[in-house]
């Protein structure tokens, strides 16, 4: 098969979701930039009025000597990026979570429909080498990802351009460029990361609370193995510098699509609709899930005694995902009355 | 041009389904591939086909191995009929696909055959009866262009007349000796007709490779009442007894020599024919044990 037949193959099955994926995202910056004026405008009408910031001055600007005028102004003022090559995500709506969610569950689709439809039968079947047929499917999702949010991000700018006066508009170019590109890294790394789950997850409602959970728990873990090793401080000085921190992630996205490819190769269809689509992977879950969950979790079951709280936990982990992962699959058990 | 398949082993959960299986497989042929419900006979299909990944052994195609790190010409045509993606998808966005995948593959000629049958290509395979889902997938094998053809049960559930255009579209492919078959039934009965080939499956590994022509030339099927029921030990030795009806018995010998055929005068039986030996015999004779105590430790054991 020629590679024009392989991406045509592909983007036969895939091009809804592409379509999808990209305007979801382009409404997302249009929501984005929209509700963040409309908020503006909310928020600009509280205010508070001369005489109150006389009285109350210090609630306000803390010991900074400023006049009203100048209070006033910096209150409706929008800034975008900070001075310098820092990390600025979260100030403003171009670099938020949404996007790297889309970005997330865009990896996820690429690699878990074609499983969980059975696509992967055709595909394996074709004569084409796996790693071609998963080049074909990430350039067309990178593509995708990449091209919809630089248009979300350009509609989140012109939003912002036509409706907050030019006085009030404050763009530090050279660090929103660099914030840029270290989101680019981000969202590279977020579809990296869902396209190795896509990949190894097989079953729907556990993948997207797998996800889930580590999404909302990745943060807790970063914090406590840190903490742990006297080593924050140091990790976010790379983490709040622009450039190291995009370096870092696309090592990270590289390791992740690496991972991706090996583990696609290696995909093998009798695992469908299994947790795992690779049973060999079982233990090393499991023994991840032990560590990774109580770490995450801290003293959650007794305040204060890490120690017990996270040996209970991983006790727990363990039972639960022993049985998880080696239990009989009724599922599967169905298929092979059929099929063998 | 040869499909070989070589030392394949697979096991799913743990269980071994294939052990060692080997076979070649060329251009010209009609293989019939029978065993038993479980015996892993699709399991074979989606291996040859990478669907699975085997744990040991090789498939080459004219000595070029399949394996999920190679590229090819695809030239052998599967498709699941249980597990595929089809299930919402209308007849010609099937073949699209097909057409994409088979560089040979003949969109007019897929259409007409369709047709032919009646079958709108605007239907979706998940309306569609049996018998036109067989139908539809035939013509997409044949229209794949492939030299290669593998189909999994394709009798299966179908009624007469549907199974009757099948057995003619297969014939009709044959015919022309560019194109291999490799047939999975239980109909064994459809397969008497047209394998030139029986692979038999069994404990994990084909046991048995027949060529059926051959094979009519050495077996023998007799329909036999012996006096006093004495069996000559060599008939005992050589034959499968498949069927006992009173004193009448029924035994396959896969081999007949002049040794068996002088035992069997020897014994100057009350009664002997010899009856027309179907695939369904060579079956019952090879992967079935089921019979197998009736010959050494019942009806037999009396007669000591």
């Excluded at chain 1, 995009?246 to 590289?254: F, P």
């Excluded at chain 2, 079935?288 to 430790?297: A, C, E, F, R, S």
Aim: glycine share 6%.
């Amino acid at each position: 098969m020629t590679n024009k037949k392989v991406r045509q193959l592909i983007l036969e099955r895939h091009r809804v979701w592409l379509i999808l994926i990209a305007v979801l995202t382009l409404l997302l910056g249009l929501f984005l930039g929209t509700n963040h004026l409309a908020n503006r405008a909310t928020t600009n009408e509280y205010i508070p009025s001369a005489r109150s910031f006389t009285k109350e001055y210090r609630d306000y600007v803390g010991d900074e000597k400023i006049s009203y005028q100048e209070f006033v102004r910096r209150q409706k003022t929008e800034y975008i990026g900070d001075k310098g090559n820092k990390i600025t995500f979260g100030t403003s709506m171009l670099f938020i979570e949404p996007f790297i969610i889309m970005a997330l569950v865009a990896g996820v689709l690429m690699m878990f429909m074609d499983q969980n439809s059975q696509f992967n039968r055709l595909l394996f079947s074709s004569g084409v080498a796996r790693k071609r047929i998963l080049m074909a499917k990430i350039l067309p999702y990178v593509a995708v990802v990449l091209l919809s949010y630089l248009g979300a991000a350009a509609i989140i700018m012109l939003v912002y351009h036509f409706g907050i006066p030019a006085r009030y508009l404050i763009i530090d170019w050279p660090n929103t460029m660099l914030n840029l590109v270290a989101f680019v890294g981000t969202l590279l790394f977020a579809f990296g990361l869902g396209a190795m789950f896509g990949t190894i997850i097989g079953t729907a409602l556990p993948l997207v609370l797998t996800v889930a959970f580590l999404g909302l728990s990745g943060s807790s873990f970063f914090d406590q193995v840190t903490q742990f090793f006297h080593v924050q401080k140091q990790v976010w000085r790379y983490l709040d510098n622009a450039v190291s921190y995009t370096i870092i992630v696309l090592v990270l996205t590289m390791i992740f699509l690496g991972l991706t490819f090996w583990f696609y190769d290696r995909v093998s269809m009798e695992n469908s609709g299994h947790y795992l689509l690779l049973e060999w992977l079982r233990p090393w879950v499991l023994l991840a899930f032990v560590i990774y969950v109580p770490i995450a979790t801290g003293d959650w079951l007794f305040v204060g005694e890490k120690a017990i709280s996270m040996g209970i936990t991983g006790i727990i982990v363990l039972l639960l995902g022993y049985w998880y992962l080696y239990r009989p699959n009724l599922h599967w058990h169905r298929n092979r009355r059929q099929s063998a | 041009m040869t499909v070989t398949v070589m030392n394949l082993s697979k096991r799913i959960d743990g269980k071994v389904v294939l052990q060692d299986v080997s076979f070649t497989w060329q251009p010209g042929q009609i293989t019939g591939l029978v065993g038993r419900n479980g015996a892993g006979k699709t399991t074979l299909f989606r291996t040859m086909m990478m669907q699975y990944i085997p744990e040991k052994g090789t498939v080459c195609l004219n000595e070029q191995a399949i394996n999920p790190q190679a590229n090819f010409t695809q030239q052998i045509f599967f498709v699941d009929g249980q597990q595929n993606f089809f299930d919402r998808s209308e007849v010609q966005r099937m073949a699209d696909y097909y057409a994409l995948i088979y560089p040979g593959f003949q969109m007019a000629d897929f259409l007409n055959t369709v047709r032919h049958f009646s079958i709108e290509a605007t239907a979706r395979w998940m309306d569609l009866s049996k018998g036109m889902q067989a139908t539809v997938l035939m013509a997409l094998a044949l229209a794949s262009d492939a030299p290669y053809i593998i189909l999994d049960e394709p009798f299966s559930g179908l009624d007469v007349i549907a199974r009757d255009q099948v057995t003619k579209l297969i014939i009709q492919a044959a015919a022309d000796g560019n194109h291999a078959f490799l047939i999975s039934s239980h109909d064994l009965e459809e397969l008497d007709g047209i394998s030139d080939r029986v692979l038999i499956l069994k404990n994990h590994h084909i046991t048995h490779d027949y060529e059926l022509e051959k094979l009519r030339e050495e077996a023998k099927k007799i329909q036999v009442v012996f006096r006093h029921n004495q069996v000559p030990p060599l008939v005992k030795e050589q034959g499968t007894l498949i069927r006992v009806t009173g004193q009448v018995l029924e035994i396959i010998f896969l081999k007949y020599t002049d040794a068996i055929d002088g035992a069997l005068h020897q014994a100057q039986p009350v009664f002997m024919e010899e009856l027309p030996l179907t695939l369904t015999d060579v079956f019952r004779t090879t992967a079935v044990h089921d019979t197998d105590y009736l010959m050494g430790q019942e009806d037999f054991t009396h007669d000591k």
